[in-house]
């Protein structure tokens, strides 16, 4: 089950990090983004350093206000996030086709919570690919206790250099994992190679739309602040994401952003003008507690040192992300299917 409580999120705060280095590598993880002076180059070429960085240090509060499946989900009217989330998952299993018994590779998978859903849905054995040792620990932790340890098992490795033979597994899938890659055709490549031919890639892209403006200043700065809030080097299109699927070899059977027919807004869980007892820590109200028991927390020193820095970006990037959702120049949800062909 997820941890829930303060003294949990106080403990997780900084993942494998010394506690008495937490803020240095606030500090550090910053220094890559825009906002704080970084470019793009130096983010692409630091990749794995920004990465860990940032889910050592978010991994605790993501799970304390989202659970344990760190994604959005298109969502129903009446129907609660947990719900979306959890059909979210078996949406992708179904368009992979999964079937008892296959292997599946997840790119990208956090602590976990998308595999173990899936695994239990389509009767998989899935392996869960992080480069981050915390959320392996973690993650292994939560296997046990959903008791798919023994079908489900964690890779510490980077996905651009997976650490499998060619022609591995009957399936692929990443949820809005990939976006944290340096190069989205040498990740497609990679995940290519592992793959059996004849089989599929489905996966859910970050993206900017065809809306974006690169000469608007407002969109910029929303783009900066979401890649601050979430690790990532660069935000890529729709289609730089479609180009390289074909040039990795891929077929593309069917793509689309499900974002765009989703009767209620993808980002609605965190607009603070909503309000949900459901989800109520990711509320205006629920922030705000939050913000404050973080505040006392690292006073007393329950928490680290930077424990503040972390919740206040994490925050920008969560009011960046309703922007661009409004302004419609973003996407979590550009979803797609792709095989490898026989020969």
Known sequence: MSRSGALDLA???????????????VQKYEKYHVCHGGDEEERRANYTDMVNKYYDLATSFYEYGWGESFHFASRWKGESLRESIKRHEHFLAV???????????DVGCGIGGPLREIARFSDTSITGLNNNEYQITRGKELNRLAGVDKTCNFELADFMKMPFSNDTFDAVFAIEATCHAPDVLDCYKEIYRVLKPGQCFAAYEWCITDCFDPMNREHQRIKGEVELGNGLPDIRSVG?????????GFEVLWEKDVAADSPLPWYLPLDTTQFSLSNFRTTSFGRFITRNMVKALEFVRLAPEGSQRVQAFLEKAAEALVEGGREGIFTPMYFFVARKPRS
């Open 240 to 248: 730089q994401c479609l180009e390289a699927l074909k040039l990795a």
């Open 95 to 105: 368009q992979l086709g999964l079937k008892c018994g296959q292997k599946v590779l």
């Open 11 to 25: 403990s997780g705060v900084g993942g494998k990090i010394e506690k008495n280095e937490v803020l240095s590598a």
